[in-house]
């Protein structure tokens, strides 16, 4: 594996930044210890292989604004894949809300969009797993999550081992919908990603913008990722 680009950020960095995204992964618990180790090594072994990341544990917020808090534009990329994380299952759960919320505030930042995205939260109370917590996708550029699309749009890649847990992390394809059967009776019926994630075209997006990344700048071979 060949990178020649120069990344912006220390090993310091990604370490914070990767923590960040795990702890945002495990917020809503749905991640028992087994997930936890597997996702560990997938960072540590395959993401950074040639990079000492430390432990790989979750991170406080204050934790994490101590190393990435001294740049916006760093920080605001960080809240961005953050975002993509919490939202890669089509849901945006309240625990997930209040881990990025944590993270906002000891950065420092408001981001105006995301104030939106906050009217979508998924609350295992309310809602059963088959009806989507997220308002259906829509072409109407007036749409309440339109300002959340332009602002993950936003986001460049440039590091390369940020741009490869993207890829790890963000399905190369629209999963397939299938039904949960217990006893041979249908129990929940869950659609592919694309219909219940309406902000599944900014994660494809920002998939295809790393893969870019690592192809051309990077000359990394990403034929693992596809």
Sequence with gaps: ??????????????????????????????????EQELIAQLTQDELAPATNLGSLDPISPQDLAEVLG???????NFIRTAVMMALANGVYSIEEAKAINEFLDALGLEVEALKALEETL??????KLE???LPPPSRDPSDVLGPV?????GMDMQDP????????????????????????RKIVHI???CKLNPLYEQLVGLRFR?????????QEDVSPYC
């Design 1 to 34: 594996m060949t990178t020649v680009a120069n990344s912006p950020y220390t090993d310091r960095q990604i370490s914070a930044w990767l923590r960040g995204l795990l702890t945002i992964a495990w917020a809503d618990g749905h991640f028992d210890p087994e």
């Design 70 to 76: 001294g740049d916006r534009n760093t920080a605001e």
């Design 122 to 127: 998924y609350d295992p109370d309310k809602h």
């Design 131 to 133: 009806t989507n917590a």
């Design 149 to 153: 699309r332009e602002w993950l749009d």
């Design 161 to 184: 081992r940020v741009a490869r847990f993207v890829c790890k992390m963000v399905p190369p394809q629209c999963p397939f919908e299938r039904d949960i059967k217990l006893f041979g």
């Design 191 to 193: 659609p592919p990603m």
């Design 210 to 218: 790393a893969l870019t990344y690592l192809a051309d700048d990077c």
